[in-house]
């Protein structure tokens, strides 16, 4: 190998040392990311559909179907199916006022049809249309050589960014969305099956007011339950409160419910729901009395396997008050949604008079499903129902009681877009949660939920802080996570999935415990001790912090500097900051900014308080801990992993300097050597100005720039390479990473948020950069090259003039050093801060 090819494989192997390491850690966890190097020019994923039987995972995207195999995901490509819209139609959309982007066909339902179809439907430029596809061929049914379509009016939004749901019951599609090309007509609806079947709400404003829908629940009763009942569908929203008369527009979430035969009324509320009952979901922190108002996603699922009425709805939730990113989780369960609903119905108050008149509730009850008590008395279809049962339901759709729960976790400075929960066997009081909660920075959060107490156990980075989480889905294991350009797979279940002492320690609630001789992370039956399980195992790993119990992180400042001291809340319980008095402070919810003065140095505490909705009195839990010093901390007081880090940073430095060293040595001898073998003519005729040969290429070593776009460095991203034409010191990724400005430190770094689903999404990955660029060669006077390369040939150039060469090229060398030393310099991470590291759960 040449010295030149040498060379170039160093700068390489750093390269991909320093900005992989993230696609390093998914490699050791054998997780798998596919992006657009498999997906290709197809984007815009929006829509799962998972065959569990076979393993094949169905993506709906912009103009594209796609089929991937996740038991071979690095093994086979994808299968793909174009689905778009014709020119004139394109044309037609963007003549009415619509965006290029908006006019192509987004694909938003996937669902399954029971006879080895796949129900298809797409936005088709504001035209929805739906088709069929055979899963087993994968290949959309055709008629006459045309794809077979139908009106999708009713099952599919008109464009891509509207919310919407649906789910498939009995082989019969029940959809919650928009049903007009303008956006302002929304309906809930069966929207197949006999046309006499096909029934909706009521428009009017007590029904849906200016919804926005998140999900949708089959809940199948058991066939042989006692009293008869019917299978019931849920629907989970946000809409405008009318029994709220505030100056600005409240969002409240709400739950709906309708019956599986409800078929409508025969003269009142014809082909409208008969069962339609709403009720609002209240999310509180009970202590506080915070409430958190708006509803992003819900997962379903039975605590007991085969019984439906242990079905339980986890709501991510945010609040249309905070300023800032924040994320609450409630967990609603079917009993209490049922007793609700079938509870008294809130009455619309038109007067201001004191006194009103409740109007009776006529029998049967309104809104009440089918059974075999109202099948008894006659009522075999909701066709048979007196009008004025129908009427008090079309006036009434609203109840006077809340389904209300208390948080279960509560996040501030995170923005949780998707979740998914695998419930852990135990015993009642110990029952266990996992919660895997997708971000809109691509990031995927494990914690887990122990009885009252909660923990962080990883933050995983997926994707770009472009790319936000929008599918989870929980099959054999694994998690398969989505976002509108990538794929991931992701183990997620196992005592082995954790890797360290301190992590299993951590996840010692989920039946996990270390073993020191094997050094790995195993499952066991034996239940844990009393008291705090999480800090009886982290003693057990030799480390001084447990849970509530932090390593002082110490931190070198300079007065004047703006530093924000992390703080990582779980519970929905608030955060206190101990620190020395001044005026130089301000807390943004649990964390703490900071302006260093001579009077503020000295230990900074975090405590929050720990503890769920039974505990009057809640236990204090120190969550971070700070010792701000204007003098170099000591050895002892740096951990060893911070050491390690400090050591690969200088190590990597070093390597850098000697191999830019190396490479302009090696240009300077290899153009000497060009000008060596011109002939003696070629620059005294005054044709030599171009010194590059006629077979020399600019691609060609002998280029004058090495990080020119002729040599493009690789990068990589997730396991995956691109290219770049920089090459960096440092990369932050994720939460993970420290970033110092000469304005605010944050402890608790990211890379912004992420865009919508539905913009621009054809984005490359770009880490930040921590320092200048490196010098390149052609920072140098090439000139003088020119000079020393004429000096060398001995022609007929004076010896003062070649003297002048050399002390140029002496001077242009020298320089360029200099620079290189003063720019390596004024790295940060040389002049030996503290690191701001975050508190314990988010360091991981």
């Known amino acids: 190998m040449t010295l030149s090819g040498a060379i170039l494989s160093l700068l390489a192997l750093l390269v991909f040392l320093s900005a992989g390491s993230s696609a390093a850690t998914l490699s050791a966890r054998r997780d798998t990311i596919l992006g657009s190097e498999t997906f290709g020019d ?32 690095n093994e086979k490509k994808p299968l793909k199916i174009i689905w778009d ?33 796949i129900y298809v ?9 739906c088709a069929f596809l055979n899963a087993t061929t994968f290949t959309l049914e055709e008629v006459d050589g045309v794809v077979r379509m139908e009106s999708g009016k009713g099952k599919c939004p008109f464009e891509p960014s509207q919310h919407y749901t649906a789910i498939m019951a009995d082989g019969l599609l029940y959809t919650a969305a928009t049903s007009n090309f303008l956006g302002t007509l929304f309906d809930i609806s069966r929207a197949t099956g006999p046309e006499q079947e096909r029934i909706r709400t009521e428009r009017s404003i007590n029904w849906l007011s200016d919804p926005e829908f998140v999900s949708s629940a089959f809940i199948e009763q058991s066939a042989g339950n006692p009293t008869g009942d019917d299978d019931k569908i849920y629907f989970f929203f946000n809409e405008v409160a009318k029994e709220y008369d505030f100056y600005t527009k409240v969002k409240v979430p709400r739950v709906a ?23 609002q979901l209240v999310c509180e922190d009970k202590p506080s009395g915070q409430r958190y108002n708006v509803l992003t996603d819900v997962f379903t699922m039975q605590h007991i396997p085969g019984d439906p009425s242990s079905t339980h709805f986890y709501g991510l939730f945010t609040s249309q008050w905070e300023q800032v990113d924040l994320s609450a989780v409630c967990v609603f369960s079917l009993s209490d949604i049922s007793k609700v609903l079938d509870g008294p119905f809130k009455e619309l108050k038109k007067s201001c008079d004191n006194w009103i008149n409740h109007e009776p509730i006529p029998s049967p009850r309104p809104g009440q499903c089918l059974n075999s008590a109202l099948k008894a008395e006659g009522f075999e279809s909701s066709l048979k129902l007196p009008d004025k049962v129908l009427t008090f339901v079309r006036d009434h759709p609203l109840m006077e009681n809340s389904v209300t729960a208390a948080s279960l976790l509560v996040r501030k400075g995170i923005s949780y877009t998707k ?38 156990l990883q933050e995983t980075p997926l994707f770009t802080s472009q790319e936000p989480v929008n599918n989870i889905l929980l099959h054999k294991g694994h998690a398969l996570v989505g976002s509108p350009l990538s794929l991931a797979r992701v183990q997620a279940e196992g005592c082995a999935l954790y890797r360290s002492c301190e992590v299993c320690g951590r ?4 039946g996990c415990v270390w073993s020191t001789k094997e050094e790995a992370c195993k499952q066991t039956t034996e239940e844990p001790g009393p008291g705090d399980v999480v800090d009886a195992a982290l003693k057990k790993c030799n480390v001084a912090e447990g849970r509530c119990n932090p390593s002082p992180q110490v931190l070198q400042v300079f007065r004047g500097l703006r530093l924000l001291l992390s703080c990582v809340q779980l519970s929905p319980r608030p955060c206190s900051w101990e620190y020395p008095p001044h005026r130089h402070t301000r807390q943004h919810n649990s964390d703490l900014e900071v302006v260093v003065t001579d009077d503020n140095l000295g230990n900074y505490v975090c405590t929050c308080q720990e503890g769920g909705p039974a505990v009057r009195d809640p236990t204090p839990c120190r969550r971070a801990a700070y010792y701000l010093t204007l003098e170099a901390p000591s050895v002892e007081k740096v951990s060893t992993s911070e050491g390690r880090h400090i050591l690969a940073l200088y190590i990597f430095a070093i390597l850098l300097v000697l191999s830019f060293v190396a490479v302009l040595i090696f240009f300077v001898k290899r153009r000497c050597g060009i000008a060596r073998n011109l002939p003696d003519n070629s620059l005294s005729s005054g044709k030599g100005r171009d010194l590059l040969g006629s077979s020399a290429t600019p691609q060609s070593p002998s280029s004058s720039s ?59 990955g770009s880490g930040r950069r921590l320092g200048p660029e490196f010098l390149s060669p052609d920072m140098l006077d090439r000139r003088t ?3 020393e390369r004429v000096r060398s040939e001995g022609g007929e150039r004076e010896s003062g003039e070649g003297e002048e060469v050399e002390e140029g090229l002496r001077d242009g060398l020298g320089e360029g050093m200099k620079r290189l030393e003063e720019e390596i310099s004024s790295f940060t991470m040389f002049k030996s801060p503290a690191p701001l590291a975050r508190c314990e759960e988010s360091s991981i």
């Not at 439907?121 to 249309?129: L, R, V």
């Not at 419910?257 to 009720?279: P, Y």
Request: hydrophobic fraction near 30%.
């Open 42 to 73: 197809v984007a815009n994923f929006s829509t799962f559909l998972l065959d569990r039987s076979s393993g094949m995972l169905f993506l709906g995207a912009r103009d594209a179907i796609l089929a991937v195999d996740t038991k071979k995901l």
């Open 85 to 117: 819209v014709s020119d004139d139609k394109r044309k037609s959309c963007e003549g009415k006022g619509k965006t290029e982007g908006d006019c192509r066909n987004y694909i938003r339902l996937l669902e399954f049809l029971g006879d080895g179809r």
């Open 121 to 129: 439907c797409g936005t088709y430029a504001f035209d929805p249309q």
């Open 257 to 279: 419910r309708v019956c599986k035969s409800d078929v409508g009324g025969m003269k009142t509320l014809q082909r409208r729901w008969t069962t339609f009952l709403k009720a």
């Open 419 to 456: 979740l998914a929960v695998n419930l852990k066997d135990g015993s009642e009081e110990r029952r266990a949660a996992v919660l895997y909660l997708g971000t809109d920075r691509g990031e995927l959060h494990q914690v887990a939920v122990v009885g009252q107490n909660v923990t962080l």
């Open 507 to 510: 996840a010692r609630g989920l």
């Open 706 to 764: 090495l990080f020119s776009d002729g040599f493009r460095m690789a990068e990589k991203r997730n396991g995956t390479a691109t290219s770049t034409t920089t090459t960096t010191l440092l990369s932050n990724h994720g939460n993970g990473g420290h970033s110092y400005s000469d304005t605010l430190i944050s402890s608790n770094s990211s890379n912004g948020h992420g865009n919508s689903l539905y913009a621009n999404c054809n984005t490359s």
């Open 785 to 787: 090259g020119e000079r």
